[in-house]
Each structure stands twice: as C-alpha cells, then as structure tokens.
C-alpha cells in the first residue's frame, strides 16, 4: 500500500463518524479512534491493552463475548443493540457490530467492533410506537363505549315500556332482551380481556388434531341450524399440542365469523394438513360466504373492524373483537394467522404452527387481587 493509501484510511479511521476498536486475538484493545473516545469518554491512551468486553455493560457482556468468539472462531459478523449509561447517568442506545480481522494469509488475527449510536432513533421509535397505542386505544375505548350504548340503550328502553304497561307477557319478553343483552355485555367484556392479556385460564395442552376433531364435533349441529354444511378434512400430522381452552376459543372466533358470511348458509370447511415444505401443520378455516373487499383485508385483526354495520356489533358474537382475538391467541401459542379472501367467493383462514414445536408451557391462574 503506498503512502498516500496508508495516509488515508489513517484518517478514515481516526474521523469516522462512528467508533472503530480493534482487538487481537486476546480480545486487547490495539486500536481507537476518535469517535470511541466520545462515546464512552476515555481515551487512546487509556484504553490500549484494556479488555473489549470492559465498554459493555454487565447485562451485555455474554452477549458480546459470544459475538467476539464467533468472529475469531468462525469469522463471522454478529450485530446487536446495548443500552448503557454514562457516568452522568445519561442513557444511550448503542448498534455493534462485530467482525474478524483477517491477514493476507486468511488468518484470524483479532476482531473490529463498529460502534453507532442510535439513541435518538430509538427515542423516535418509542414516541412513534406510543402515539399508535394511544391511536389504537382511543379507537378501542370508541368501540367499546359504541356497543355497550347500544346494548345498554335498548335495554332501558325495553325496560320502561315494560314497566308503563305493566303486562306479564311483556315483562317476560323484556327480562328475555335483557337477558340476551347481559350475554353480548358478557361476552364482549370477555372478548376485551382475552384480547388485551390472553387467556388466563389454566391451560391443559392437547393435540390440535384432537382439539379440531372434538370441536367440529360440537358445532356441527349449530351449523345445522345456520343452514351450513360442515367439510372436515383432517390428514395424519405431526403430533402439534396446544393450550385446548384458548385454540377452542379461536376456532369459535373464526367460525362465527364464517357463519356470519353466509347468511343464507353454505359450506364452511376445516382443513388440517402437514406442509412438508415448509415443515407447518396448517388449519385452514374456509367459509363460501361474501368474502372481504381488498380494502378491508388488511384491517381484518384490528379489534372493532367491520362493515357489517349495527347488526355485526350489536347482534354478533364476536362484537368486532373475534378475529381481533383469535389473532392474539394464535401468537401467544407461537403460530401465526393470515387472510386470503375473494369478494363474493368466500375467505381462508390460515393458522400455522411450527411442526417440530415443543408443547406449551401450562399458564398459571392469575394472581388474587389484594
């Protein structure tokens, strides 16, 4: 390399804009530039010789001790974000990345961290992430305060004609709405709660086929009376255990939804196949119903989504939380869920789980309120 080359990358490596520590194989600090000292407030002379592993914090250093070993052991380039504090007690978020060093000869001689401080992108992203949950709240608590109104509205109504007319038989017919509307109330509260912490309930783990097969089982009568014919088409799969109580409730979700979609019936199918692929057990929830216009498609899993209008929210099971629901379940069961529909042929549901999954850990009841 000729002087001017050498001059060069001298200052590239003293001025970039990012810290540069190189290590030997020792992981001894042979190297710091300019930036380094700025970030971490000590310099050249203070840090040669020094351990890398001392610029990270105690909760980071395995972490970065691992990246270190796999740069000289294996050359390769690991990444990963740090949060430390400064002696002011000023908080940063660091990005590194950590590489080998390697010779002419291909020898692994030490390893270079590239250090860039990220803090205030980080800081954007949190303000960003809360200005949505605040969005997706004030959404949520419209909805909610929308659908009890209504349920609760009716019913008042309903309660003080039957009070003016003082007939048996329409007091009997009230207490019946509100017996009806206490149930919505019901099941939308429990809707909420599901959404917003999961099931709490203990959960006993079963096979999915057997979860399927005991399901379709049970609401096959129901579907009788919805005029919808029930197609199970169940494969030999690899054993897949989940919580039964919470995939019980998805299936309930997604199938009201089906139901929902074929007012006049049709043909709602359950398909469980092994996608060699892929190594996924997938279930396939298929409906023959009205499908979902391209433009709501995306919006299908957002809680108090709909177009069905008044009768959806205040008629419906799922009360615009179902989908919102089975969502949230199927994630915290460590599968995924999306959405395939076409306007006026019907929609599929696909939930995957990973085929070599271990079983789920058994969730604990929640804890007595004081």
């Known amino acids: 390399m000729s002087d001017p080359d050498q001059r060069f990358f001298q200052l590239l490596w003293r001025h970039a804009a990012f810290a540069l520590i190189a290590t030997d194989v020792e992981l001894r600090i042979h190297a710091w530039n300019v930036q380094a000292s700025r970030m971490f407030g000590q310099t050249s002379a203070e840090m040669m010789g020094r351990s890398i592993l001392d610029i990270f914090p105690d909760a980071d250093r395995d972490t970065a001790s691992q990246a270190l070993t796999r740069a000289l052991t294996d050359g390769q380039t690991s990444q990963f974000e740090v949060e430390r504090r400064d002696p002011a007690g000023q908080r940063s978020s660091l990005f590194v990345r950590i590489g080998p060093v390697v010779d002419e000869g291909g020898r692994r001689i030490g390893t270079v961290a590239n250090i860039t401080d990220i803090t205030e992108r980080v800081e954007l992203e949190r303000r960003l992430a809360s200005s949505e949950r605040m969005a997706s709240l004030g959404s949520l608590a419209g909805g909610v305060a929308h659908h009890f109104n209504s349920i609760l509205g009716g019913l ?51 096979g999915l086929r057997e979860v399927l097969l005991s399901f379709a089982g049970q609401i096959e009568p129901r579907l009788a009376e919805a005029n919808v014919t029930l197609d199970l088409q169940v494969e030999d799969v690899p054993a897949v255990e989940v919580p039964t109580t919470r995939m019980m409730q998805v299936l309930e979700n997604l199938t009201d939804n089906a139901v929902d979609a074929m007012p006049t019936g049709g043909t709602l199918t359950l398909h469980l196949h092994h996608n060699r692929t892929a190594d996924l057990v997938e ?28 009768l959806a929210g205040g008629q419906s099971n799922n009360v615009g939380l179902g989908l919102a629901v089975a969502h949230g379940l199927v994630g915290e069961m460590g599968g995924s869920i999306d959405v395939a529909s076409t306007p006026g042929r019907g929609s599929c549901f696909t939930i995957r789980f990973d085929a070599s999954r271990k079983p789920p850990e058994p969730l604990e009841p929640p804890a007595p309120s004081p």
């Open 156 to 206: 008042v109504t309903a309660v003080d004609h039957a009070l003016s007319v003082g007939d048996l038989a329409t007091c009997r017919r009230t207490l019946a709405q509100a017996a009806d509307a206490l149930g919505r109330a019901t099941r939308i509260t429990e809707n909420l709660l599901a959404f917003s912490r999961g099931d709490t309930r203990i959960a006993t783990a079963a």
């Open 283 to 310: 279930l396939r929830v298929i409906d023959t119903g009205s499908g979902i216009p391209d433009d709501v498609v995306d919006h299908v899993f957002e809680p108090f989504y709909t177009t069905k209008g008044e």
